[in-house]
């Protein structure tokens, strides 16, 4: 089984302009996002996939591989799928690119999904952790997703996922982290088909999975990366590294 990692990275955010150039600790923070993702050693391969010369440059210029975009892409399944499409290779792994501090166990976590599942039913894994403050709970851009028993995805959802109309009846709210490993065949499925409403409603691409009957395992994890998307949070970032 092949196992790659792909880290799609934009040069432009809405909210937090050029932030995977910023300086993290004397290097960008799309260069420690890659340098992490190759010292887990989980992967036969690590790739930057970039609409962006800016970003290319910085990974190249540093020994890494980086793979330059052909098309616009929606979203950063659609520019994976692109960059993979003719690749021999298994199991692909979607990193953050704004998430440098990588930590191995839970991408273990999923990659064991795969190398279990020997019936092939799972065609995405993704990880979640539980939240409890109704602050977290209600913030819609903290994704919520609730499983079945059998820990795949019933549904994701900016809104609060269940509705608490009975408050004590033991529900946990887990919110979903953006990290993906899908096999190759449902990506490139992903790549071909097109969006639909759900996925339009809700800003959220796992929906089309969804939509299209594709399962995604969920795994919890009790990791909360760091995520940066906001000058605050590279602010943050920088006193974690030096903690």
């Given at each position: 089984m092949k196992i790659i990692a792909v880290i799609p990275a934009r040069y432009a955010s809405t909210r937090f302009p050029?932030?995977?150039?910023?300086?993290l600790g004397g290097k960008t923070v799309i260069l420690r996002t890659y340098?992490?993702?190759?010292?887990t050693a989980l992967f036969d391969d690590v790739f930057v996939v970039t609409d962006s010369e800016v970003i290319y440059d910085e990974i190249?210029?540093?020994?890494?591989?980086?793979?330059?975009?052909?098309?616009?892409?929606?979203?950063?399944?659609?520019?994976?799928?692109?960059?993979?499409?003719?690749?021999?290779?298994?199991?692909?792994?979607?990193?953050?690119?704004?998430?440098?501090?990588?930590?191995?166990?839970?991408?273990?976590?999923?990659?064991?999904i795969f190398k279990e599942d020997v019936s092939k039913q799972v065609d995405l894994a993704s990880l979640m952790y539980q939240i409890t403050t109704k602050e977290e709970i209600n913030n819609p851009?903290?994704?919520?997703?609730?499983?079945?028993?059998?820990?795949?995805?019933?549904?994701?959802?900016?809104?609060?996922?269940?509705?608490p109309r009975e408050e004590n009846v033991g529900v946990r709210y887990m919110k979903h982290i953006g990290i993906y490993a899908f096999r190759k065949e449902a990506l490139l499925d992903f790549y071909k088909l097109p969006m639909l409403s759900l996925e339009a409603s809700e800003k959220l691409e796992q929906l089309?999975?969804?939509e299209y009957?594709?399962?995604i395992k969920m795994v919890e994890t009790s990791h909360v990366s760091i995520g940066i998307d906001t000058p605050e949070d590279l602010e943050k970032a920088k006193a974690f590294l030096i903690s």
């Open positions: 050029a932030k995977l150039m910023q300086d340098e992490a993702a190759i010292a190249v210029n540093h020994g890494g591989k980086a793979i330059r975009s052909q098309k616009n892409h929606e979203s950063g399944s659609d520019r994976i799928a692109e960059a993979v499409e003719n690749m021999d290779v298994d199991i692909v792994v979607n990193v953050q690119g704004d998430e440098p501090f990588i930590d191995k166990k839970p991408l273990e976590q999923l990659l064991a851009n903290n994704v919520k997703v609730i499983v079945d028993q059998k820990g795949f995805a019933l549904y994701f959802s900016r809104a609060v996922i269940p509705f089309r999975y969804l009957g594709k399962r």
